[in-house]
């Protein structure tokens, strides 16, 4: 082959390897650099005129022990290949994860006289794979969550029913210490009910439930985790002013706070002021950082500041993409605000940042007011009791099915006290049963979803074929049952635990 054939040859060599995707390292025998391609270059941020004859240990990330380093020197110097991944570190100090494949040139004698390294950043596929691995446990954990959630709902129905009724028997003695005491035994459940709703919706992606909410009493309420779980030296501060009501689901707005205030204290180093804010705005036309749309109208802002690092404004444009992370090396997944991006889109609202590099950062949800009221329904006692006439309760006949006994016990309890006759079963093919025996004697069937041997949904089907007349009130112990579709004879589907003020206005609905 002539010279020019030889150059030819490694020109082409050459062009072949610099065109390929993968970053390539030639290096002597001695682990010093020879060349390295283009890609190489955009992996490691160092040009070839930076690492020629450095060792490559230039790169390395501390991730690895000398054992490992050990096991892959041994094995590249008695002429194998070594394939493995490592984690290594860029010219800026990021990390990433790398999948290398080193092969020894040998030469007539046997002798290596080079190294030649294949790399390929495969961080994004190990992120990738980290977050279905957390999906899938965050799966397990839901599945075991509602299980235990249903148990729990029932208990906590009976526990609550049951005070409800003694509180109501007591108001006639006047015994006020009794009063408080069944008072803070409600009050208690109604907390306990409100934790497992929250457990339900931070473990799965479960039904979220928009109401009308008052963003200060949110923020008051989270303000007090906050104040219990970050550092003592990170001092929260609140600015609170009157606002109208928005149209939220108040467990994302917890989520949502705590996540940007765990984010100011990360961004603080654990140590400075955060300051959450809410107040009133008419905005005429605003860019959202997240989604880039414009907005305008009626807002509550949600604001939450920090004195920490601050953010470029190259960076302000990344932030809300999946994995983009300013702490790469101290953990960050670069999934908080891009979380935020979907739960505040969710909420019609809209987000911006505000920074100074060095001084302090700025996040405002921009929320849209709630001209409607959409909160639970509140009905007074009394006239929930005189909204039916007595007469016409006396002669309404209401089956109630639940295999859990106290719950079944209880509800008939306060609908006879609500002056309905009422008959309870605790296994649901008793109860059809009864049904079939006598079709036209109920008004209405109460029953629990979720029962052995047959279920509430499959009982409302069978009810139906009998007698489509009857309308059922279906319970369940689970939180996400509202959106689901049923038979036309199931009215409505109630969450346990509920207040008795709910059930009787819902049984009001139904029947009248």
């Not at 682990?31 to 690492?51: D, P």
């Not at 109401?211 to 990170?234: D, F, G």
């Not at 959450?276 to 414009?294: A, P, R």
Request: charged share 25%; net charge negative; glycine share 6%.
């Amino acid at each position: 082959m002539s010279n020019t054939e030889n150059e030819e040859s490694i020109d082409l060599f050459k062009q072949a390897l610099e065109a390929t995707a993968d970053g390539v390292v030639i290096t002597h025998g001695n682990g010093n650099i020879l060349w390295v391609n283009h890609a190489y270059e955009r992996l490691t941020g160092y040009s070839l005129s930076e690492v020629k004859g450095v060792n490559p240990r230039i790169l390395k990330s501390g991730k690895q022990d000398p054992v490992f380093y050990k096991d892959l020197w041994s094995t590249i110097s008695s002429g194998k290949v070594w394939n493995g991944e490592l984690w290594n570190k860029r010219k800026d100090h990021s990390l990433y994860l790398e999948e290398q494949s080193i092969t020894p040139v040998l030469n007539e004698s046997g002798a290596v006289t080079h190294y030649i390294a294949i790399k390929r950043d495969v961080t994004n596929q190990f992120q990738l794979q980290n977050q279905l691995n957390k999906a899938q446990r965050i799966e397990a954990i839901g599945n075991l969550t509602a299980g235990v959630a249903h148990n729990f709902n029932n208990k906590l129905a009976s526990i609550l029913g049951y005070a409800e009724l003694a509180n109501e028997e007591v108001q006639q003695y006047s015994n006020e210490e009794l009063i408080d005491y069944l008072n803070e035994i409600m009050v208690a459940g109604k907390l306990a009910r409100d934790l497992v709703r929250q457990m339900m919706s931070f473990s799965r992606n479960d039904i979220h439930e928009i109401k009308s909410v008052q963003l200060s009493e949110v923020i008051k309420s989270t303000v007090k985790i906050l104040s219990s779980t970050l550092p003592s030296s990170v001092k929260i501060l609140t600015q609170l002013h009157d606002v109208p009501d928005v149209s939220v689901d108040p467990v994302r707005m917890h989520q949502m706070i705590l996540s940007l205030a765990v984010n100011s204290s990360d961004a603080m180093d654990g140590k400075g002021v955060i300051i959450i804010g809410v107040y009133e705005e008419s905005v005429k036309s605003e860019m959202c950082n997240s989604c880039h749309e414009t907005f305008y109208g009626d807002y509550v802002v949600l604001t939450v500041q920090d004195t920490g690092k601050g953010i470029s404004s190259e960076d302000i444009e990344k932030i809300f993409l999946p994995f983009f992370t300013t702490r790469q090396n101290e953990g960050g997944t670069g999934m908080g605000l891009s979380a935020l991006h979907g739960m505040i889109h969710d909420q019609k609202g809209h987000v911006q940042v505000e920074s100074t590099l060095g001084q302090s950062t700025e996040l405002k949800l921009y929320l849209p007011v709630a001209h409607t009221a959409t909160g639970n329904i509140e009905v007074n006692t009394e006239e929930s009791q005189n909204a039916i006439d007595k007469n016409v309760k006396e002669h309404i006949s209401i089956m109630v099915v639940d295999d859990e006994a106290s719950v079944a016990n209880v509800l008939a309890e306060i609908l006879r006290h609500y002056g309905y006759y009422i008959e309870v079963e605790t296994n649901s093919k008793s109860a059809l049963i009864k049904f079939s025996e006598n079709p036209s004697k109920y008004d209405l069937l109460i029953t629990d979803k979720e029962m052995p041997h047959l279920d509430g949904i499959e009982l409302s089907r069978l009810v139906s074929d009998i007698n489509k007349s009857v309308p059922v009130l279906l319970m369940s112990g689970h939180s996400s049952e509202k959106d689901e579709h049923y038979s036309e004879n199931i009215k409505t589907v109630l969450t346990k635990p509920f207040e008795t003020t709910e059930l009787i206005e819902v049984i009001k609905n139904i029947i009248l």
